[in-house]
């Protein structure tokens, strides 16, 4: 991925053009005119599809072949050709090709797209590019165009549009035939595109950026292996962060605007300017160890030692009670989880366990917790940069006097032995608050995974019997967890999205806080979609070949979703 050129066979009349850190098609060995172009080369790449679901270009080791076809609504050269993609498809999908049609339009909106394709009889995923830099990067100038890709060399063996000759190609590509010549010519809708404008820097541009979504790991002290500290640093990891903000694995949340994207990527295109002025990640203050962010905690617990983390090995998951029960009756406003060595946390999630609390008769205290869960409820969850976790205004949690407190660590090593020493600190109201906290786990303890099963749906329902006010939500899996949804349907029968984690990665979880608590009138279900690849394309799978059932070991499965309320 450094700064060069790139051939596709649509150029090859005197055509050339460049291409930089972000390179989604490089050239194999050198240009010369004596030799013939060598076939153009895809790196992998990432992009949710019109109904919200992840594709990963190298998840397709697997097939024969893939086919992108460039997609606009509105074309009428595609739309004359929709019928024969479908046909396409028909024929040539139950012999291992993988086909995906692309939209870069800016003017299309998801919604619409899926209607489209609707109307004119297509089940394909349609790949999303509203940041225009995988078409921009594959060469995509019109609608019809079409690349076939060999996935196992990731070269472009054919490019043509949709035609007698895209059936031929294919053909021939499944009997290790000849591939016809590609047709220089494309016929369809122009794509317009969004203009690069003036070259982009790294004072200027870049590093707001890099504030905004990455410093909170990749800084000293922080849990990211390397400090996003200078202009050097950044521009000397320039190539690797081009490969992953292509293939979405980071940030991992939130995700970059399509203009972050494309400030990123024509930096890296232009050479990585560096720009005037003082480097703003050189003035960037280091919060002292001593910081707590909502202030001195009201209750402190910790571990009862060092936990002590080897240099090697896999991620490694402890169970860890802390030193004391809670000492009172308390009403939690707030938590706060600070590690003595962040760099090797990669999250942490914190449990009240009640198991060993008595219930009273005289005063109900469970059922007047919201508390979901006797033996264990997950109260808090850590990821490093995620902050303190803070109720609303005049809302709280119920924790007994006694109630013992554990943190689910995961460690990451680090290539050398490490110590950690985590703290606990609480805050709470000195009254009952107007509120109360309640928390409800959907879960269902039947789930079973075939061998084998790329996209297992499993679904939950939960019913809200009283009107609530919800406030969070949190996903749970493990490694073969794919994709997970959260759909309110009301009494009425409207259905809305809550919450989609489109690519669940078990080593990057996070309890989602609504950015507007949300009224649901009584009868409100919560629906709850998951889809588990139990595949040999899942890179996390130990085993592809054994069914898997719910368990609490990495290797076993869960299907959990957490719900934060409270009674209106």
Excluded at 57 to 64: A, P, R, V
Excluded at 180 to 204: F, N, W
């Amino acid at each position: 991925m450094l700064p060069g050129q790139y051939y596709t066979p649509s150029m090859a009349l005197n055509q050339k053009a460049k291409i930089g850190g972000f390179a989604l098609l490089v050239v194999a060995g050198s240009l010369c005119a004596a030799a013939a172009p060598a076939a153009p080369k895809v790196n992998n790449f990432a992009l949710l599809d019109q109904t919200g679901r992840f594709h990963e270009l190298y998840s397709h080791t697997h097939k024969n072949a893939i086919v992108v076809i460039a997609q606009g609504n509105g074309c009428p050269l595609l739309r004359k050709a929709y019928s024969f993609i479908r046909e396409l498809n028909q024929e040539f999908a139950p012999q291992g090709v993988a086909f995906f049609m692309l939209n870069a339009n800016l003017q299309d909106e998801a919604e619409a797209i899926t209607q489209e394709v609707a109307d004119y009889g297509l089940d394909l995923p349609v790949l999303l590019d509203p940041s225009q830099i995988i078409s921009e990067k594959l060469g995509i100038t019109r609608t019809t165009q079409t690349l076939v890709i060999d996935p196992k060399t990731w070269e472009v063996v054919y490019e043509g549009t949709v035609d007698a000759q895209l059936r031929e190609a294919l053909a021939a590509k499944l009997a290790h035939q000849p591939l016809p010549a590609s047709t220089p010519l494309i016929q369809g809708c122009l794509i317009s595109r969004t203009e690069a404008g003036r070259p982009r820097t790294y004072t200027a541009d870049v590093a707001p950026i890099l504030l905004k979504h990455c410093v909170r790991c990749h800084r000293d002290g922080g849990m990211a292996p390397w400090s996003m500290n200078n202009y050097a640093k950044v521009k000397g990891w320039s190539a690797m962060i081009g490969e992953v903000v292509l293939t979405q694995s980071m940030p991992p949340w939130p995700q970059l605007s399509p203009a972050e994207v494309r400030t990123l990527i024509h930096w890296l295109d232009q050479g990585s300017l560096r720009g005037t002025g003082q480097d703003p990640l050189e003035r960037l203050p280091q919060r002292a160890q001593s910081e707590w962010a909502l202030g001195k905690p009201d209750l402190m617990f910790t571990m009862p030692k060092e936990e002590e983390i080897p240099a090697t090995g896999t991620d490694d998951f402890r169970t860890i009670v802390l030193t004391e029960p809670v000492p009172r009756d308390i009403w939690v406003r707030g938590f706060e989880l600070r590690s003595s060595n962040p760099k090797i946390v990669h999250h942490a999630n914190v449990v009240a366990s009640l198991a060993e609390v008595q219930a009273q008769s005289d005063d109900n205290w469970f059922t007047d917790s919201g508390m979901g869960a006797r033996k264990g409820q997950v109260v808090f969850g850590y990821a490093p940069g995620s902050g303190a976790f803070e109720l609303p205004r005049d809302t709280g949690m119920f924790m007994p006097k006694g109630a013992r407190l554990l943190v689910r660590m995961h460690y990451i090593p680090s290539g050398k032995p490490e110590k950690d020493l985590t703290h606990l600190g609480i805050y709470t109201h000195k009254r009952k608050p107007a509120h109360v906290l309640s928390v409800q786990t959907m879960l269902d303890r039947t789930l079973k995974i075939p061998a084998g099963a790329a996209d297992f749906l499993f679904q939950g329902t939960y019913v809200f019997p009283k009107k609530v006010v919800l406030l969070a939500v949190t996903p749970h899996m493990h490694v073969r967890g794919k994709s997970m949804a959260f759909t309110l349907i009301y009494p009425d029968g409207r259905r809305e999205p809550l919450l989609s984690v489109p690519r669940y990665r078990f080593r990057w979880q996070r309890q989602y806080m609504l950015q507007k608590p949300k009224i649901l009138p009584a009868g409100t279900k919560v629906l709850l979609e998951a889809v588990y690849d139990n595949s040999a394309q899942n890179p996390d799978n130990p085993d592809p070949s054994v069914e898997v059932q719910w368990g609490p070991n990495s290797g076993d499965e869960m299907f959990v979703g957490i719900l934060y309320y409270y009674e209106k």
